[in-house]
């Protein structure tokens, strides 16, 4: 637009508004274009001693617009342990600026002057930088410095699989955060007792914090067993000064002698090193009365501290004459303490007694060596001896003649009539009275006998009326058994337990068989046998178990019938005319 002045001869030429407002802006921007970009290094520290942390600060007076500074030129001197990037934009006095800022945590691989060197971004490019790293001083013997390490053993001098504690403590001030390689432990077997156990202490008055390791270790070979210093690295800060430390502890030498065969009492024992050993029992419900066929039940426990459980030898009993002994799967633990490993073996057996009488249980030791005296002991479990009595007829037995007879029904000899009874003196006016008794029983068992007599040849006269209609129809030896052992011709068999018991009585009615030892069959006992493991160990029973004894059982019947019926035809042939 123009406008002409007709007072003067001047013309003045306005421009528009939106280029005044360009013209404005570039302007205000003229300092910052005409501002040339830096970029400078600087450090906390730059003099520190080997291990020291620093931090590398880098600053940029201009925007990096999300472009990424290079590092990888620091890696060759020093280990980059951390980084932080910050941007800033400020307006003062109409003064425009804007910067970044790297914050770099770097720890030093050499000692010597080192150089940080030029780095770059965005075209711009820093100065080197120096950083001089002196030698890490020397811990004296006195002082413990900020930190320190230490191992230590138990016993310098072991014998092989004896158990030996390994310990290991990083003791600091301040705070630590770094890692630790463990110790190896060659030719050895180890458990850990403590896994990084955290306290305090005061050391040369100082309150350290402890991290500390326990290790049980268990040389498996003789000689020199050399357990070297584990490795810790990390960052130590105490007092707002970080320190990276890369700590070695000191080696272990540990002397492993042989076994001393000389002294075992026994060159198939064990070897059990040992601090202490002993061997126990418990009864369950031990009765006051034994019988044939009662079961019992008992628990040996062995235990020991410096051996783990898979040292422990397995306990057992053999069978004896007198009773059968059934074993459970064995039972073992382990607990940890700072004092080492305590163990222990729980054997629960069974025991059926077979036979009246005495029987004894024997003697069980076990031989160890004893790494307190150096000596060959011996954890003894005494004989037990039991008395057994005869098993109680669960139903009388009606072919037993001598049951019935009452001359045989005696008073045990421990039985004394009272003395009242032997000294009271009858009265003359009852006296007549027991022979009157008498005479009407003999009188009695007399018309009984003819009676029993009379009914005998009768019974005897319709049996061989029968046997003239069914010449064919005899006692054939399958009824013998359906009769002998109704339990194996049941409509459904019994349960194990039911089964077992109705065969004890069974068989000892029947064949006056109080123990199974006494069958002939070799497979008829082995399926009992597996029975009773059965019944007393949870031993796995086949399927087809009772109906082999069944099976095995009516072939006995067959052979030979039982005793009361064979008493019966020699009773009938005694009144035969």
């Not at 980084?83 to 010597?112: C, D, P, V």
């Not at 940080?116 to 413990?144: F, H």
């Not at 066929?293 to 040292?311: M, V, W």
Request: net charge positive; charged share 20%; proline share 6%.
């Amino acid at each position: 637009m123009v406008k002409t002045m007709k007072n003067t001869n001047t013309i003045f030429f306005t421009p528009p508004i939106h280029t005044r407002f360009i013209a404005i802006m570039i302007l205000l921007m003229l300092p910052i274009l005409s501002f040339a970009k830096s970029l400078t290094v600087s450090a906390d520290r730059q003099t520190i001693e080997m291990g020291d942390i620093i931090t590398l600060i880098i600053q940029a007076d201009f925007q990096t617009r999300g472009s990424q500074l290079d590092l990888e030129n620091l890696k060759d001197q020093f280990e980059i342990l951390g980084r932080q990037q910050s941007n800033q934009i400020s307006i003062i006095n109409g003064q425009f600026s804007s910067s970044t800022q790297w914050q770099i945590t770097l720890l030093a691989k050499q000692e010597g002057e080192l150089i940080v060197p030029p780095l770059r971004i965005e075209g711009v490019e820093s100065k080197p930088y120096k950083i001089n790293v002196l030698p890490a001083q020397k811990k004296s013997a006195n002082a413990r410095g900020n930190y320190f390490l230490e191992t230590g053993l138990s016993k310098q001098k072991v014998y092989v699989q004896e158990e030996v504690l390994y310990s290991l403590k990083f003791y600091f001030l301040g705070a630590f955060q770094g890692n630790i390689r463990p110790p190896t432990f060659e030719n050895s077997l180890t458990v850990t007792l403590k896994e990084q156990d955290v306290y305090g202490k005061q050391v040369n008055g100082k309150h350290y914090t402890v991290y500390e390791w326990l290790y049980a270790v268990y040389p498996q070979q003789s000689g020199s067993l050399t357990i070297k210093g584990p490795i810790f690295s990390g960052i130590h800060q105490y007092r707002n000064r970080q320190k990276g430390i890369q700590e070695v502890a000191e080696n272990q030498t540990l002397t492993v002698l042989p076994e001393p065969t000389q002294q075992k009492k026994n060159p198939n024992d064990p070897w059990l090193p040992a601090k202490s050993l002993t061997l126990s029992e418990t009864w369950q419900s031990l009765p006051n009365t034994l019988r044939v066929g009662d079961s019992l039940t008992r628990t040996l426990l062995l235990e020991a501290q410096g051996l783990r459980a898979s040292q422990l030898p397995a306990l057992s009993t053999e069978n004896q004459q007198g009773f059968k002994v059934y074993n459970d799967q064995p039972v073992t633990e382990e607990t940890l303490a700072e004092q080492g490993i305590y163990s222990q073996l729980q054997q629960t057996q069974t025991l059926i007694l077979t036979q009246a009488g005495q029987i004894t249980l024997p003697e069980q030791h076990i031989n160890w060596f004893n790494t307190q005296t150096n000596t060959i002991e011996t954890a003894t479990l005494n004989a037990r001896t039991l008395t057994v009595l005869p098993a109680l007829n669960a139903t009388p037995s009606h072919s037993n003649t001598a049951a019935l007879n009452p001359t045989d029904n005696k008073q045990p000899p421990s039985y004394q009539p009272p003395e009242n009874a032997i000294d009271e003196k009858v009265s003359r006016e009852t006296s007549f009275i027991w022979p009157l008794i008498t005479s009407l029983l003999g009188f009695a068992w007399f018309i009984t006998l003819v009676l029993w007599r009379r009914q005998t040849k009768s019974l005897k006269a319709k049996l061989q009326h029968l046997n003239a209609q069914n010449p064919l129809e005899t006692q054939s030896p399958l009824g013998q058994t359906t009769q002998t052992l109704a339990l194996c011709h049941s409509n459904e068999m019994p349960t194990p337990s039911v089964f077992y018991n109705q065969l004890k009585i069974q068989l000892k009615e029947r064949y006056s068989i109080n123990t199974f030892n006494k069958l002939e069959n070799s497979d008829l006992k082995q399926a009992i046998y597996q029975l009773e493991a059965h019944l007393f160990s949870n031993a796995d029973l086949a399927e087809n178990t009772l109906k082999t004894i069944c099976t095995h059982l009516e072939k006995i019947a067959k052979k030979s019938p039982p005793p009361s019926q064979k008493k019966g035809k020699q009773l009938a042939s005694l009144y035969k005319h």
